[in-house]
């Protein structure tokens, strides 16, 4: 029997008049102008409203060439309930309004053959804005090409479960077929967000934020999952997909497949200039697999 995910956030976050929403998408990836490379193994995406970050998305799913992979794995922060463990899915379809995207119930089931993992509630899934905010670019880029995908939620691990759940995925990484998308914005700035680290050597608020958002940018990169941990434990940057990106850069650590993260597009909701301001950083960064013999900083 059929388990469907409704599309929650359609009507409000994004449209659901399925004509707009495939004119939008197509606008937003022809103005990013990428090109599809087979390489890219994995984005990192932002996940907010599509009036706010819908174009900036463009700059991670641009990249991905549906020719060279079929399965993908979503990994999502729980912005809405808590658990100390990861969750999967009971739905077998998630719908979006220009289409459905099929859930590999292979895989699921044989994550949670491990015992890792829970079993989200579908309303659970449904409110999840982390994996449907992905969904409509997913199926746009796929469409005419045969896909299934495997949602990942991440609850709120500590740094050994990060590194349990990365070795665990980590296999997945050296199938080429499979790809993964780490759903995050940047930081939350902002007294509605209980947020205002400022450090005035970098001028503006807005210029400061930035330069917090791109150090914790450049350890991504570096790819040391550790160094991440840090970063975040001494600036509690408000990155709300801190534990996907653990879990990620963890799994690049233990997998056998070369990889390298590089960011190419940030961008701010608004410029903070004054302490009652507020804004939203989005990032998108792109995965892509070193061929073997050639020098690489993993």
């Known amino acids: 029997m059929e388990v469907v995910r409704r599309a929650a956030y359609a009507g409000s976050w994004y449209t659901s008049d399925a004509k707009k929403l495939e004119e939008e998408l197509d606008g937003w990836l022809r103005a990013a102008g990428l090109t599809k490379c087979p390489d890219v193994r994995a984005i990192i995406a932002p996940h907010a409203g599509y009036m706010h970050a819908g174009s900036y998305a463009a700059y991670a799913?641009?990249?991905?060439?549906?020719?060279?992979?079929?399965?993908?794995?979503?990994l999502s922060p729980s912005h809405r309930y808590y658990t100390s463990k990861c969750a999967l899915t009971k739905a077998t379809v998630y719908s979006?309004?220009?289409?459905?995207?099929?859930?590999?119930?292979e895989v699921t089931n044989e994550l949670n053959a491990t015992g890792k993992f829970e079993i989200m509630d579908l309303s659970v899934d449904e409110a999840e804005h982390g994996f449907e905010m992905l969904l409509p670019y997913l199926f746009k880029v796929f469409q005419g090409h045969t896909v299934k995908i495997v949602p990942v939620l991440i609850g709120s691990l500590d740094s050994e479960n990060e590194d349990i759940y990365g070795q665990l995925l980590a296999k997945y990484v050296d199938d080429p077929k499979n790809f993964f998308v780490v759903s995050t914005d940047f930081c939350h700035w902002g007294s509605k967000y209980k947020y205002t680290y400022y450090d005035e050597n970098h001028g503006a608020i807005h210029k400061s934020i930035e330069a917090l958002d791109r150090m914790g940018m450049e350890i991504i990169e570096a790819g040391d999952p550790n160094a991440f941990n840090l970063y975040m434990q001494e600036y509690k940057n408000t990155i709300c997909g801190r534990h996907p990106i653990s879990v990620f850069l963890h799994m690049l650590k233990h997998c056998s497949t070369k990889i390298n993260v590089a960011f190419?597009?940030?961008?701010?909701?608004?410029?903070?200039?004054?302490?009652?301001d507020s804004s939203v950083s989005y990032a998108c960064a792109v995965a892509k697999a070193v061929p073997s013999g050639e020098d690489n900083k993993k």
Do not use: H
Not at 61 to 69: E, L, T, V, Y
Not at 97 to 104: E, F
């Open 61 to 74: 799913f641009g990249n991905i060439d549906p020719a060279s992979c079929s399965r993908v794995f979503l």
């Open 96 to 105: 979006t309004p220009i289409g459905d995207l099929r859930v590999d119930q």
């Open 264 to 276: 190419i597009r940030y961008d701010q909701s608004s410029k903070c200039n004054g302490m009652e």
